[in-house]
C-alpha cells in the first residue's frame, strides 16, 4: 500500500510539488503574520518566517526524497535523458532498433518452435510416462507395426505396463467419404484402438468417447471427431456428441469431440489433417490382416522404459512360441517424445545455436556502434562530469540508454516473431509438433530476456568505455584501448558470421545433393488423384470394371501422353510382402521382403519411369492371363544375383506364382536420401488386395480429366490434383526449412558483419585524417595510402576467418546426421565461406580506402 | 545552551502525539506547538515538517484535508487515524523504555566495588 502510494507520488510528481507550495507558501504568511504581531518589520516578519522554514527549494528537495521511491526517480530521469538523446540521433536508433527486432524476432520464432518440438510437454497427460512400441526398426511401415494378438497379449500382462493400445498405421488419406449433410467429402480417418485417448489421457471436451459396445468387433460404428472438424464441419455444435455421420454410406455415432490442443497428425504424422477417429477392433479378424498396428503404451508407476524394454522383449519370446504361424514381433521400445521429436531434434538444436550466433553478432555490431558514438559524447559526458556526475550514474545512465534501445528492439521483434511463428506454425511440413507452435507467455519472457540480455550485452562495454571519461580530455592510450575494443569485436563478428556461412553452405548443399539424387520416375507434368469411390461393389469384377472405365475414360482424354493406375505413391506409405525366388531356401531372419505396388497398365509410363529389361504391364495382363510381375533392379539382384530375372517365378504364402515379365529401375520411395529397396509390382487386374487407388496422369488437362470422372461417378468426392513435384516438395520440406533459415540467418550475419568492418575502417579514415594528409603532402599516392586500407581491412577479416574457420571445423561435425552428400569438412563450403566473406570485407573496407585515396592534402591539414 | 539536533524518526513521533492531543492542525500549527513544548530546545527546521508528514501519510497514519484557517486563509489540515494512535502507543512505549534504559545506561555509578 505504502509502495502504491510512493509509486503515485513519482507519477504525480508536478502535482505534489504544486500542492506542497502551496501549503508552504500559507505556512510562511502564518508565520509571517505571527512574527510581525511580536512586533517585526513587515520585511523582517516574512525573511524570519523563510529561515525558519530551512528554504522553499530545500524543504521541496526533502519532501520529495521522502515521498518518492528513489531509485526508480532517478531511473525515470535516466529514461527521459536517453529518449531525448535517442530522438538527436534518430539513424542510428532507428538502425538499433531494427537489427536488435531482427535478431530478437528470429531467436523468439525459433524459440517458439524448439519450444513447440522439444520443450513443452506433448499434448497427452502425464506423457513422459507414454512409451512406443515399434517393431523390427526396418524401414517399411509393414516392418515397424504389430499384429494385433501382439497387442491383446500386451494388455494387462506385463508387469512395467500399465496399459498398452495403438492405432492402424495403414490409414489411407481421404480414406473416407461423407455423404449426407451438405457437401460429399473425403475425410481421413485414423482407426484407434477403443482406449487409445484414455491412454494418452486425452478428454473429450464434448460426449464422453467409446461406448463398450462401440469398442468390440462388429459393434456399432462410432467415431471420435477432431476439434479442426467439429468446428469446421459440425458448427461447433454443442450437441455434436450422439449426432450421426454418414460415412461410405454407414451411419456412425460422434462420440466426442477431441480438444483443440490434441492434434494427431502434429504428433504422429506431421502434415497430415486427421479429421475422424473409428474404433479398430482387436479381433482374429484384424490380426490375420498382418502387422497393422502402431502401438503406444503407458509405464506403470515407478516403472523406466529401460525395464520395460527388457520385459518386452522376454514377453516377445514367450509369445512367438505361443503363435508359430505369427509373423515376428521383435519390439523396440523408446520414449513416446522421443520417437515423436528425436528425428529433428539436432536440427532444432542446430538453429537454437545459430540464432545464438545470430544475437551475439547484433551484440557486437551494436556495441561497436555505440563505441563509435562515445568517442562523439565525449564532450557531453566531460560537461556532466564536470557538474558532479558520478561515475555509476554516467554507467547507469549508458545502460539505460542500451537497455531502452534493446526494449524498443524487442518490441519489433515480437511482432516480426508473432508473423514469424505464424507462418512456420501454418506450414505443411513434416516437421513433428511444429502446427502447434505459438507466440505464448513463455515466449515472451523469452523475448524480455533476450531484450535485457542484448541490451547489456551491447551497452556493457560503451558504458565502461564512457564512464570512464573524467572531466578533461583523454589521453592517447585511452584511443588505442578504445581502437584494439573495437577492432576485437569486429573480428568476433566475422568469426561468427564466418561459422553461420560454412553451417548454412553445408545444408544448402546437402539439400541441393538431395534434389540432385535420381528420383526413378520423372514428376515434371505428372499429377495424381484419389479415384477410389469408397463405396463397396457386389464383387471384384465390378470393381476392376469400374477402374478399368476410369482408365480407359482418362486416356482417351486429348493431350494425355499417358495415364495409369496404383495403389501407392512414391514418398508415401509402404507396405512389404514376403518375396521368395522359387527354388530357394531362406534361412530364418533372412527371408527377402519386397515393397507392394499394385499398378495398371501406363503405370510406368505415366510415371516416367525407365524400364531396363523385358516389358511394362498390358491390358492383357488380367485374370485371363499369366500371373505376372515386374521387380526392380534391387529385387532382381537381392533374388537372382548373377542371373537373367526374366521368366523367373516369384512365390508369396497364399498367392499364385508370378512370372518376371519386366525390370524397372529402383525408385526412391521411402525417402529421397534413402536407396530403394527391393520394389516388386502386381497388375491391379489379377489381385483384390488393394485399398486406395489413385489416377496418374501425365499431359492433359486437369479440368478435362475431372468432367471425365464425374460422367463416370457423379458422387464421387474428388480432392485436388495432387502434381507429383508435391510429393517430392513435401519430402524434403524440412530440409529446405532448415536450410533456408540457416540461410536467412547468415545472411543477415554477413551483412552486419561487414557493416561492422566498414563502421571501424571509416573510423580510422576519419581518425588518421591529419596523418594521411601529412603522408600525402610528402609524396605518398593515394594508391599507396588506399593500398594500406586494403590491408588493414584483411587483416581484421583474417583474423576472424581464420578463428571462425576453425570453430566451424570443430563444430560441423554435430550437423553430421543432418548432411547428405557432403562431408562436415567440405572444402568447396570452406572454401566458399572464405571467398565470400573476403570479398564482402575488402568491398566494405574499400569505400572508406577510396574516400582516403581523394583526400586533399591541403584541405585536411587546414582542418586541424 | 544549543539546540538539539532531532533524532532518527523522533519527528515523526512528536507529530503524531501533537496531532493526538491537538487534533486536527496545519503544519505550521504542528511545528509551532513542537517548538513550544520541547521549550524551544529542539533545533527544528520547519521545512523538514512536512517531509515527516508526507511519509506519515503514505504509511496511513494521518490523514489530510484543505480547510479553512481561523484568519480565514486556506491551509491543509492534519488529522491522526485509527492505525496512527496505534502505531503512536507503541512508539510511545518505545522511547519510554528507551529513555528509561539510556537512564540507566548513563546512570553515575553509585557502587562501584
Not at chain 1, 521368366?647 to 499364385?656: F, H, T, W
Not at chain 1, 486406395?692 to 461417378?713: M, P, Y
Not at chain 1, 566498414?758 to 609524396?779: D, F, N, P
Not at chain 1, 575488402?842 to 585515396?853: D, E, S
Given at each position: 500500500m505504502e509502495l502504491w502510494r510512493r509509486a503515485r507520488a513519482v507519477l504525480r510528481g508536478r502535482a505534489m510539488d504544486q500542492e506542497l507550495d502551496e501549503e508552504m507558501a500559507s505556512h510562511v504568511e502564518m508565520a509571517t503574520e505571527e512574527n510581525r504581531r511580536r512586533g517585526m518589520s513587515e520585511a523582517e516578519a516574512r525573511r524570519a518566517a523563510l529561515a525558519a522554514l530551512g528554504g522553499l527549494a530545500a524543504a521541496r528537495e526533502t519532501h520529495r526524497e521522502a515521498r518518492g521511491i528513489p531509485l526508480m526517480e532517478t531511473l525515470w530521469q535516466d529514461l527521459r535523458y536517453a529518449l531525448r538523446t535517442l530522438r538527436r540521433d534518430v539513424g542510428l536508433a532507428a538502425f538499433a532498433i531494427l537489427i536488435t527486432g531482427l535478431g530478437v524476432g528470429a531467436s523468439v520464432t525459433v524459440f517458439s518452435v524448439v519450444h513447440a518440438i522439444l520443450l513443452r510437454d506433448l499434448p497427452v497427460a502425464d506423457g513422459e510416462r507414454l512409451l512406443w512400441i515399434a517393431n523390427t526398426g526396418g524401414d517399411g511401415l509393414s516392418a515397424r507395426t504389430t499384429q494385433t494378438a501382439y497387442l491383446k497379449d500386451m494388455q494387462g500382462n506385463l508387469s512395467t505396463l500399465a496399459e498398452a493400445g495403438g492405432y492402424f498405421a495403414f490409414y489411407g488419406i481421404g480414406d473416407l467419404k461423407m455423404t449426407g449433410a451438405g457437401e460429399p467429402e473425403r475425410l481421413t480417418g485414423v482407426p484407434v484402438t477403443g482406449n487409445f485417448f484414455s491412454l494418452l489421457g486425452v478428454v473429450p471436451v464434448l460426449g464422453t468417447g467409446f461406448t463398450e459396445a462401440e469398442t468390440q468387433p462388429n459393434g456399432p460404428d462410432a467415431v471420435m471427431v477432431s476439434h479442426d472438424f467439429w468446428e469446421r464441419r459440425m458448427h461447433r455444435d454443442a450437441g455434436a456428441a450422439g449426432r450421426t455421420l454418414l460415412l461410405n454410406e454407414r451411419p456412425c455415432r460422434v462420440a466426442g469431440v477431441l480438444p483443440k490442443t490434441f492434434d494427431f497428425g502434429a504428433m504422429f504424422a506431421p502434415g497430415v489433417r486427421v479429421d475422424v477417429f473409428p474404433v479398430f477392433p482387436l479381433s482374429d479378424q484384424s490380426n490375420r490382416w498382418g502387422n497393422t498396428m502402431s502401438v503406444v503404451g503407458r509405464l506403470k508407476p515407478g516403472a523406466t522404459a529401460a525395464e520395460a524394454a527388457a520385459e518386452m522383449k522376454v514377453f516377445a519370446r514367450q509369445l512367438a512360441k505361443q503363435y508359430p504361424g505369427q509373423n515376428d514381433f521383435t519390439p523396440q521400445v523408446r520414449p513416446l517424445r522421443e520417437y515423436v521429436s528425436g528425428s529433428v531434434r539436432t536440427a532444432m538444436l542446430v538453429l537454437s545455436g545459430a540464432v545464438g550466433l545470430v544475437l551475439l553478432i547484433v551484440c557486437a555490431n551494436l556495441s561497436n556502434l555505440l563505441l563509435a558514438r562515445a568517442t562523439a559524447r565525449q564532450k557531453e559526458i566531460s560537461i556532466r562530469v564536470a557538474l558532479g556526475a558520478g561515475r555509476w550514474r554516467i554507467?547507469?545512465?549508458?545502460?539505460?540508454?542500451?537497455?531502452l534501445l534493446a526494449a524498443l528492439g524487442a518490441a519489433l521483434g515480437l511482432a516480426l516473431a508473432a508473423a514469424g511463428t505464424r507462418v512456420l506454425a501454418g506450414l505443411e511440413t513434416e516437421i513433428p509438433m511444429m502446427a502447434l507452435a505459438q507466440l505464448d507467455w513463455q515466449a515472451m519472457g523469452f523475448a524480455m530476456t533476450a531484450a535485457v540480455v542484448t541490451g547489456i550485452g551491447f551497452g556493457l562495454a560503451p558504458a565502461v568505455r564512457m564512464s570512464a571519461v573524467t572531466g578533461s580530455d583523454r589521453g592517447a592510450s585511452a584511443t588505442r584501448q578504445h581502437t584494439r575494443v573495437r577492432n576485437a569485436l569486429v573480428v568476433a563478428e566475422v568469426a561468427l558470421a564466418s561459422l553461420l556461412l560454412v553451417g548454412s553452405g553445408l545444408l544448402i548443399r546437402s539439400f541441393a545433393r538431395v534434389l540432385d539424387v535420381t528420383l526413378g520416375f520423372q514428376p515434371r507434368q505428372a499429377a495424381a488423384v484419389r479415384i477410389d469411390p469408397g463405396r463397396d461393389f457386389p464383387n471384384r469384377e465390378a470393381r476392376h470394371a469400374y477402374y478399368r472405365a476410369a482408365l480407359d475414360a482418362a486416356r482417351a482424354l486429348p493431350g494425355m501422353e499417358a495415364v495409369g493406375l496404383t495403389d501407392t505413391l512414391p514418398l508415401g506409405k509402404n507396405r512389404t510382402w514376403g518375396a521368395a525366388a522359387k527354388g530357394q531356401v531362406y534361412g530364418p531372419g533372412n527371408f527377402p521382403l519386397a515393397y507392394v505396388r499394385v499398378v495398371s497398365d501406363g503405370f510406368f509410363e505415366s510415371m516416367g519411369m525407365t524400364l531396363v529389361q523385358g516389358r511394362t504391364f498390358t491390358a492383357n495382363d488380367d485374370k485371363s492371363g499369366l500371373p505376372a510381375i515386374v521387380v526392380n533392379e534391387t529385387l532382381a539382384r537381392r533374388l537372382w544375383p548373377g542371373e537373367d530375372p526374366l521368366?523367373?517365378?516369384?512365390?508369396?504364402?497364399?498367392?499364385?506364382e508370378r512370372v518376371v515379365v519386366g525390370v524397372v529401375k529402383d525408385v526412391r520411395h521411402l525417402a529421397l536420401e534413402k536407396e530403394a529397396g527391393g520394389e516388386m509390382y502386381l497388375p491391379i487386374w489379377q489381385t483384390g488386395d488393394f485399398s486406395?487407388?489413385?489416377?496418374?496422369?501425365?499431359?492433359?488437362?486437369?479440368?478435362?480429366?475431372?468432367?471425365?470422372?464425374?460422367?463416370?461417378?457423379?458422387?464421387l468426392p474428388l480432392t485436388a490434383f495432387r502434381p507429383l513435384q508435391t510429393l517430392v516438395d513435401t519430402?524434403?520440406?524440412?530440409?529446405?526449412?532448415?536450410?533456408?533459415?540457416?540461410?536467412?540467418?547468415?545472411?543477415?550475419?554477413?551483412?552486419?558483419?561487414?557493416?561492422g568492418i566498414?563502421?571501424?575502417?571509416?573510423?580510422?579514415?576519419?581518425?588518421?585524417?591529419?596523418?594521411?594528409?601529412?603522408?600525402?603532402?610528402?609524396?605518398a599516392?593515394?594508391?599507396?595510402?588506399?593500398?594500406?586500407?586494403?590491408?588493414?581491412?584483411?587483416?581484421?577479416?583474417?583474423?576472424?576467418?581464420?578463428?571462425?574457420?576453425?570453430?566451424?571445423w570443430a563444430l560441423t561435425r554435430v550437423l553430421q546426421g543432418m548432411l547428405f552428400g557432403v562431408t562436415p569438412s567440405d572444402p568447396a563450403t570452406f572454401g566458399a565461406a572464405m571467398a565470400l566473406l573476403t570479398g564482402v570485407a575488402?568491398?566494405?573496407?574499400?569505400?572508406?580506402?577510396?574516400?582516403?585515396?581523394r583526400l586533399n592534402p591541403v584541405e585536411t591539414l587546414r582542418l586541424e | 545552551m544549543s539546540k538539539m539536533e532531532l533524532l532518527q524518526g523522533t519527528l515523526e513521533v512528536m507529530v503524531l502525539q501533537t496531532l493526538a492531543t491537538m487534533g486536527a492542525l496545519h503544519g505550521y500549527g504542528i511545528a509551532r506547538r513542537i517548538e513550544q513544548v520541547s521549550g524551544n530546545q529542539v533545533l527544528l527546521n520547519q521545512g523538514t515538517i512536512y517531509a515527516a508528514l508526507v511519509r506519515l501519510q503514505q504509511r496511513g497514519w494521518i490523514a489530510a484535508k484543505w480547510g479553512t484557517s481561523e484568519n480565514n486563509r486556506r491551509a491543509k489540515y492534519y488529522t491522526i487515524t485509527k492505525a496512527g494512535t496505534k502505531q503512536l502507543a507503541a512508539d510511545a512505549a518505545y522511547w519510554r523504555q528507551l529513555s528509561e534504559v539510556m537512564g540507566r545506561v548513563l546512570a553515575p555509578v553509585e557502587d562501584a566495588e
Open positions: 554507467m547507469r545512465q549508458m545502460l539505460v540508454e542500451s537497455l521368366g523367373k517365378v516369384i512365390l508369396r504364402a497364399g498367392a499364385p486406395q487407388v489413385d489416377l496418374v496422369t501425365r499431359g492433359g488437362s486437369e479440368a478435362l480429366v475431372r468432367n471425365a470422372l464425374r460422367g463416370l461417378d457423379p458422387a519430402a524434403v520440406s524440412p530440409r529446405r526449412l532448415i536450410a533456408l533459415l540457416l540461410g536467412g540467418f547468415a545472411t543477415f550475419a554477413l551483412l552486419l558483419a561487414s557493416l566498414y563502421g571501424v575502417i571509416s573510423y580510422s579514415v576519419t581518425q588518421r585524417r591529419k596523418e594521411m594528409g601529412i603522408r600525402m603532402a610528402l609524396g599516392t593515394g594508391a599507396a595510402l588506399q593500398q594500406g586500407i586494403l590491408w588493414q581491412t584483411l587483416r581484421l577479416a583474417g583474423a576472424g576467418l581464420g578463428v571462425g574457420l576453425l570453430a566451424a575488402l568491398l566494405a573496407g574499400y569505400l572508406p580506402a577510396r574516400r582516403a585515396a | -
